[in-house]
């Protein structure tokens, strides 16, 4: 061999350890790029898990919030409907009390006007002013209760004494009133007392 050749040869196994050197370094770099790549993926996914739940708590907390909202507006609007209920109530059947110690007037008015005969002088006047208080009570929503002739009904009626009945069909039907009753705005304010046929 001639000095050339062994100087190519002695150069030779000096260049493939560089190159299986630096093949191992690529390898290595390589591996720890992927390590890398996989911590990075893993960190990722540990925040997209992280806001993943952070969102459904969120979500929840938010219906949480709606649901009690939606139950407090029901409960105001409840309040507030009872509230002007209550109120218009109060408004038709103020006077309930008024008109219920008027009654007994009233019910002396009217046996004064059946005691009079028709030739006494006063008889007309006090029917006048038993009209005229009669139509103020009915603007402020007092109604007769019919009951003489009808049946017997206990929401309407009382019955002070029991009368033998003189037909089959009368039987249960109130035959006499002896205390007039009266709604005020369709709700019972007296009942009638009646003598009822049994």
């Given at each position: 061999m001639n000095q050339e050749e062994k100087t190519i040869e002695n150069q030779q196994p000096e260049v493939e350890p560089q190159a299986t050197a630096t093949a191992t370094e690529q390898s290595a770099t390589s591996a720890e790029s992927s390590n890398h790549r996989?911590?990075?993926?893993?960190?990722?996914?540990?925040?997209?898990?992280?806001?993943?739940?952070k969102l459904q708590e969120m979500g929840e907390k938010l219906a949480d919030a709606q649901d009690k909202y939606v139950r407090l507006y029901s409960e105001?609007?409840?309040?507030r409907k009872r509230t002007n209920m209550e109120k218009a109530d109060l408004i038709i059947n103020?006077?309930?009390?008024?008109?219920?110690?008027?009654?007994?007037?009233?019910?002396?008015?009217?046996?004064?006007?059946?005691?009079?005969?028709?030739?006494?002088?006063a008889k007309e006047g006090v029917q006048?002013?038993?009209?005229?208080?009669?139509?103020?009570?009915?603007?402020?929503?007092l109604?007769?209760?019919?009951?003489?002739?009808?049946?017997?009904?206990e929401n309407l009626h009382e019955a002070v004494t029991q009368f033998p009945a003189s037909e089959?069909?009368?039987?249960?039907?109130?035959?006499d009133v002896v205390e007039k009753?009266?709604?005020?705005?369709?709700?019972?304010?007296?009942?009638?007392?009646?003598?009822v046929a049994v």
């Open positions: 996989k911590r990075d993926h893993k960190r990722r996914a540990s925040k997209h898990d992280d806001s993943t739940e105001y609007e409840n309040y103020g006077s309930k009390d008024m008109i219920k110690a008027i009654l007994p007037v009233v019910d002396d008015m009217e046996r004064a006007l059946q005691a009079m005969t028709e030739d006494d002088a006048l002013i038993f009209n005229k208080m009669m139509n103020i009570l009915s603007q402020k929503g109604k007769p209760i019919e009951a003489k002739g009808q049946k017997f009904d089959e069909g009368q039987k249960g039907t109130v035959m009753g009266y709604y005020l705005n369709d709700k019972v304010l007296r009942y009638a007392k009646v003598v």
